[in-house]
């Protein structure tokens, strides 16, 4: 029985590795700046603890193979060493990776989060709701509008709560249902929901982050390529949740402006 | 045995530190809560209070004699227990009287949130102590000690409880 | 009460006193395994729905249109009825089925007995620990049967989702409260329990029965309670706070100016984030809750039927200690998108990282006990060595998450479904099928079937590999999780492999009907069990099998070992008894 054991956990333990060392299933195609630094760090961790995956699982099998009671005197051995090696090789093989990837993976990390966004991004504001998205463009004056929750009003499509008639910086707010932003320009989102918790996520950009209620959170990328791609949420939000999605369209600068004026109000 | 037990002890030893992180959840609670609003209102707390503080510090007084000189001191701190809770609830009408509710403010919530829990946790204490009162009288189980002492130990503890309260309160109230 | 906890008890008399409202901490663990039991069958059941429906979108479930004619027309999971069928399978798996199990079900059956204690600290505060605990079962059980259906929020709840009310979606009314009326009360049964568990261990050690000769299982329940006593006791607040949020008009979590259901909610200044702290503050301890006992099994287990000592039992304990308070210092890796300060995020990721120290440790120590054993594969066995396995499987996926930058793609895809169920799920779960196993004999007095068991083993063993190593694929993939369909353009080329996932999930849930069989079948009619069928040393099996109502018959055992004598010339073969000057009792 101890030998069936052994094969069972050599077979899955070569067949799982087998899948991942084959990238059948993979991440998408990066399009994004900082999607570089994720994917290294990726396959970096992907290595070493693969390593230790297919390793542990193996000396176990291989163990259990050997060491079954066969009925015979045998004596027991100690392992050599008794436990210091044991302390000893976790101890230093999982420092050096906890050390090698929280020094890399911190750069790439703030790269993202700690960074401020390059003081030319173009700034969109993003509101997420049950269960959609909606982006503002400040329009011609640069400015954004002020929102008032009591005059939100979806069924009259006034999902910021603008009040042009009073506003003159909300006259030329331009609200969408997708994300249309040019290739090759920074991109600065602010985050904010309009009801419950929300996220924004692109696998494609390598980014994903939560909309918390009451808080407006900065969040910049740079796309590198043409694109459309979903948006997708992933914090749990209500019975919609499933169906919450928009549309990234990563488009030419010149095509972008024009998009732009068509959609002027 | 290897040492000389006391679970009664024990258990109250355990019983305080479970209450004491609790209110250390509250308390880190009403930290963030006050700094994530803008909508804070400050209070004057009730004077009561401060008499209520007196009648708690009275009482753990009055346990300790109860400890050694006998049962009238323990019915008399029962009584103090019970008028500290009568009191409680004088200083939550006093403070609905202003049209301060639950629900009112998230400074009147904490308040009312704090003070509620140290008076059921106060209660606990003053069941077990009538538990006590009721086996001393017992004709046949020994005097129950070990109990009374860790009655008395929880005691000294809900005065603690109730001064550390009392003091955010009146800070951040 | 102060003779209570030390002196000889007499036998209860009558059916209630005996079987129900018993104060023996042998029938209470009992009790807690049989409400695990119904409580896992239930959350599987629900599981199998939720796999169903992802591999097969379309198709009806067989019968269930009768079963719950709105929620599912025509026998096909509508969204909210999967979300609901989320939330209910999380919160009663890790609540009813991974804490009430490994912890309070065998700690409360075997702690006192293999410490030599006659019963409990606190037998009356142990009954009521079971029923509060049941009660709480039964609260959460009913969001089925109230109008609008149980909660969809998920087992962690989040505000304002969960504080807002029945506008924010269906089940989010009666069914949200329940939850959280539930989970407080699960809180305080708890607390009851630790703290039996805690001055059971402190104070009612029988003579030689020093710290360090406690078997590794008994420190492990240990080390949880007082794990357990922590987090419950900030998750308890965290519950009251929320149901006050509901029904009493505060605002602690939910923030002004929310526009739900085109209502403006009379909330204001609230904090969202405040419950993901409180909550996470309970929730990554709450993991280890569920992990260190099985942790303690496997340590006490393994040498029994490796026929060696345990490599550095002493390490083992450090590096548990280590893992519990570590515990404390990583609950903001669930929160790294959530908007908090982002260089907190690095400082909760490298206690995050260093966690894995320890628990490398341990595996590595596990495995070295195998290297020159003489292994016994008995079915307990074959289970510690598959949660060795599985362990190593899921704690390895835990380095992608701890990281920030990568968890910034992973986060909310099924990697991390994959990496807890490993962990958390199925590694505690074998931990639980070892320790049945393992002490059926002590507890019924009559031997499990070992065949059935390694068949049950084996192809669980499979099974599990199949359904959640594919849902780290699926996450690499950037497929999210707590969705109900995946049948549009994002979605469609994962859905094969739902299907295979689905497929093996089933495939599992069958299996177990072997288990079920066998455990049935063996209380009734399984081969008498001798006092020490395993030759393992501890107390527990000094004594009979079962033991009498005061665990030894009277008669207080003098403890002269540790419990880690295998592999030497005992009086009765290759090992040592801890109370092996003593006359074992057999009554």
Known sequence: MGRLFAVVLAVITIVSAAIFIARIWWLPPDISVLGVGIDHQMTETMIASGVLFVV?????????????????????????????????????????????????????????????????????????????????????????????????????????????????????????????IPVNKPILLTLHSKDVGHAFYVPELRIQQD???????????????????????????????????????????GQFQQWLKDHAP | ?????????????????????????????????????????????????????????????????????????????????LLFIAGQVLAWRNLAAQGLFLATNPSSSFFYVFTVLHALH???????????????????????????????????????????????????? | METTATSHHAPPQGFLRKYVFSLDHKVIGKQYLDLALVAVVIGMVLSWLMRFHLGFPTTAVPGLGKLAPTAAAGGVITPELYLALMTMHGTIMVFFVLTTAPFAGFGNFV???????????????????????????????????????????????????????KDAG???????????????????????????????????????????????????????????????????????????????????????????????????????????HLFWFFGH???????????????????????????????????????????????????????????????????????????????????????????????????????????????????????????????????????????????AMFGIFAGVYFWFPKMYGRMMNDKLGKLHFTLTLIGVYCVFMPMHYLGLAGNVRRYSTFTDDYMKGSLPLHRFITIAALFTGAVQLIFFYNLIHSRLRGAKAPDNPWQATSLEWSTSSPPPFDNFGGHHPVVTHGPNEYGVKGPTGDYIMQASSDQPVTS
């Not at chain 2, 679970?7 to 109250?12: E, H, I, L, N, Q």
């Not at chain 3, 009521?128 to 962690?156: H, N, R």
């Not at chain 3, 003579?207 to 329940?221: C, E, N, V």
Request: charged share 10%; net charge neutral; aromatic share 12%.
């Open chain 3, 285 to 427: 301890p709450e993991v280890y809750i569920a992990i260190l006992p099985g942790f303690g099994i496997v340590s006490h287990i393994l040498p029994v039927f490796a026929r060696k000592p345990l490599l550095g039992p002493k390490v083992v304990l450090i590096c548990l200690i280590a893992i519990a308070f570590l515990s404390y210092t990583v609950w903001g890796h669930h929160m790294f998108l959530s908007g908090m300060n982002p260089l907190s995020a690095t400082l909760f990721s490298v206690p995050t990282l260093v966690i894995t120290i320890p628990a490398t440790i341990v595996v590595l120590l596990w495995i070295g006990t195998v290297y020159g054993a003489r292994m016994r594969f008995t079915t307990p066995a074959l289970f510690c060595l598959g949660f060795i396995s599985v362990f190593v499987s899921g704690g390895i996926s835990g380095f992608f998450l701890a990281q920030p930058s990568i968890d910034t793609y992973l986060h909310g895809t099924y990697f991390v479904v994959g990496h807890f169920h490993f962990v958390m799920g199925v590694a």
């Open chain 3, 111 to 165: 702690l006192p007995i293999q410490v030599g204690a006659e019963d409990m600290a606190f037998p009356r505060f142990n009954m009521m620990s079971f029923w509060v605990t049941f009660v709480a079962f039964l609260v959460l059980v009913a969001a089925f049967f109230v109008p609008e259906g149980p909660p969809i929020s998920g087992w962690t709840a989040y505000a304002p989702l969960s504080a807002i009310g």
């Open chain 2, 122 to 173: 106060l209660l606990g204490g003053i069941v077990a102590l009538g538990y006590v009162l009721v086996r001393l009288r017992a004709p046949t189980g020994g005097p129950p000690l070990t109990a009374l002492g860790a009655v008395s130990l929880y005691w000294h503890f809900m005065d603690v409880l109730w001064l550390y309260l009392l003091v955010i309160l009146a800070l951040r109230l």
């Open chain 1, 56 to 180: 542990c699982q193996l000396v176990l099998a291989m163990f259990v193979w050997q060491y079954g009671d066969a009925g015979d005197a045998r004596p027991i051995k100690t392992f050599p060493g008794g436990a210091t090696p044991m302390v000893v090789i976790a101890t230093i093989l999982v420092s050096a990776e906890i050390l090698v990837l929280t020094l890399v993976g911190t750069k790439v990390w703030g790269g993202i989060f700690l960074s401020p966004p390059d003081p030319s991004a173009l700034h969109i504001d993003v509101q997420a709701e049950q269960f959609a998205y909606y982006f503002r463009y400040p329009g011609p004056d640069g400015k954004f509008g002020a929102i008032h929750p009591e005059l939100i009003d979806d069924g009259n499509g006034n999902f910021f709560g603008l009040d042009p008639a009073n506003d003159t910086a909300a006259r030329d707010d331009i609200v969408s249902a997708s994300l249309v």
């Open chain 2, 1 to 81: 045995m290897t040492a000389p037990a006391s679970p009664a002890r024990t258990g109250v030893w355990v019983g305080i530190a479970t209450i004491t992180m609790s209110f250390a959840a509250y308390t880190s609670a009403l930290l963030v809560r006050q700094g994530a609003g803008s909508d804070w209102q400050h209070f004057r707390l009730p004077s009561i209070l401060y008499f209520n503080t007196v009648l708690l510090l009275v009482s753990s007084g009055t346990i300790e004699l109860g400890r050694r000189r006998g049962y009238a001191w323990l019915i008399f701190t029962l009584g103090l227990g």
């Open chain 3, 170 to 276: 269906p089940g989010l009314g009666t069914g949200q409260t329940l939850w959280a009326v539930s989970i407080a009360l699960f809180c305080v049964g708890q607390l009851l329990g630790a703290l039996n568990f805690i001055a059971t261990t402190l104070d009612l050690r029988t003579k030689g029965m020093t710290l360090m000769r406690m078997p590794l299982s008994t420190w492990a329940w240990f080390i949880t309670s007082v794990i357990g006593l922590i987090a419950f006791s900030v998750l308890l607040p965290a519950c009251i706070l929320l149901i006050l949020d509901r029904v009493a008009g505060t605002s602690f979590f939910i923030p002004g100016g929310l526009v739900v259901s085109d209502r403006l909610q009379p909330h204001s200044g609230g904090s969202p984030l405040l419950w993901q």
């Open chain 1, 211 to 253: 909309f918390v209620p009451g808080l407006v959170i900065p969040l910049h990328f740079t796309a590198t390529r043409l694109a459309k791609e979903e948006i997708v949420c992933t914090q749990l939000c209500g019975l919609g949740h499933y169906n919450m999605r928009a549309y990234l369209e990563v488009e030419s600068l």
